[in-house]
């Protein structure tokens, strides 16, 4: 009989400490990326993706703000303290968060520097 080991997950949080999410963790993010779309390239962030229901909002959840524009599929959630970007519902994949890795403890932000950009500009979902 094989052992269950529990899975390990990753803590993360905003500047202010507000809003406080957890990740699964396999020592390693998911497909992290950037988007040159008009919002993702103003903020330059890296994201990492994680299933809809395998990210917990362990603390702060009434301290988050959504933000939507253009189809309005989008669900970008902000702190409405310090107002650091936490994490979004994707539109390519709706089943998917983006998440902003630099808000888990040891991120090294410049060992991402190499990803490139997601063509967010044409985004698959604009076409007819």
């Not at 902000?78 to 630099?102: K, L, M, Q």
Request: net charge neutral.
């Amino acid at each position: 009989m094989t052992e269950s080991r529990p899975q390990e997950t990753l803590t993360g949080q905003c500047h202010c400490g507000a809003v406080k999410l957890r990740i699964p963790w396999t020592g390693r993010f998911e497909s992290p990326r950037r988007c040159d779309c008009s919002f993702c390239r103003r903020r330059a962030v890296v994201v990492a993706s994680v299933k809809l229901d395998a990210l917990e909002v362990v603390e702060g959840a009434e301290a988050l703000t959504l933000y939507q524009w253009g189809t309005g599929v989008a669900e970008h959630y902000f702190c409405s303290v310090c107002g650091i970007y936490t994490h979004h519902r994707r539109r390519s994949n709706p089943n998917e968060y983006g998440v902003n890795i630099a808000n888990f403890p040891g991120v090294d932000i410049t060992r991402y520097a190499d990803i490139g950009f997601n063509d967010g500009v044409t985004h698959p979902s604009d076409e007819i």
